[in-house]
């Protein structure tokens, strides 16, 4: 969401935030779903999100990894493989919602929707779906995308009960292989500003990144009173616009 600066920013930006109160009331599939807001720092009123019910969650910093830079194994990772079949890939998705357990801002979609809300994207492919085995026991998974412009880390996760066996570094090196292999030369990665987990620390031991400002925050919206209050009033009609045009 952005608004250019002009005389009439404050009147649309308050029109913006009544749509978005209307849509998150009206078109979330239950009452409880809860909504995130991806907002670039400093492009957007944080009092006015805060005044309609967002809180902050979190914010991330976004690395773009030098591939050329990297000594990759001429061998793949012992413990890691491609998702080979659909039993594969919901083992990837339960290895991830078990590696954020801990984090209560992480959502935790069935396979279904998440299979689904993935195969949306742009450059998902079932062969770039990693899984990191320790004793033949699924223990961590990495999901990479490979668009034609560029390459990107979208999931990354270590169960909790196995980390410290070099199984994230695996991870990322069989990831960027198969990248630099498909022609990439750099790769994305959106790191959570206060990680200090097995992402931050291989990057700055093999991964030579250059690291721009935090690139997002996550604001999400508290859906009991902020809905309860949007489901009660009718949307703000702007000029030109009539109440069947949606934003």
């Known amino acids: 969401m ?3 600066p002009s005389p009439d920013a404050p009147a649309v930006t308050a029109t913006l935030l009544n ?4 849509w998150a009331a009206h078109d979330l599939p239950t009452p409880d ?4 807001l991806y907002r670039l720092p400093g492009c957007f009123p944080h009092d006015q999100l805060l005044s309609r019910g967002w809180t902050f969650g979190d914010s991330s910093s976004r690395l773009t990894v030098d591939l050329d830079a990297i000594r990759l194994p001429d061998h793949p990772a012992p413990a890691v493989r491609a998702a080979r079949n659909e039993t594969d890939l919901r083992t990837v998705h339960s290895v991830l919602n078990e590696a954020f357990t801990d984090d209560p801002e992480h959502p935790h979609p069935d396979f279904d929707a998440f299979h689904h809300a993935q195969r949306r994207r742009e450059g998902y492919h079932p062969d770039l779906w990693l899984l990191a085995e320790l004793d033949s026991v699924p223990a961590g998974a990495l999901i990479a995308r ?9 999931w990354f996760g270590v169960h909790p009960a196995h980390r410290r066996h070099g199984l994230g570094a695996q991870l990322l090196t069989t990831a ?5 292999a498909r022609g990439h030369r750099t790769v994305g990665v959106d790191v959570d500003t206060h990680n200090t987990g097995a992402m931050q620390a291989y990057l700055r031991r093999h991964a030579p990144s250059r690291r721009g400002r935090p690139v997002a925050q996550d604001l999400r919206l508290n859906p009991a009173p902020a809905l309860r209050q949007a489901r009660a009033t009718p949307p703000v009609v702007g000029p ?3 109440q069947n045009d949606r934003c």
């Open 176 to 180: 960027f292989s198969l990248l630099r």
């Open 19 to 22: 749509r978005l109160d209307v």
């Open 146 to 154: 490979d668009p034609v412009d560029r390459a990107w880390i979208a």
């Open 33 to 36: 779903t809860p909504v995130t």
């Open 240 to 242: 030109g616009e009539s």
């Open 2 to 4: 952005v608004v250019a």
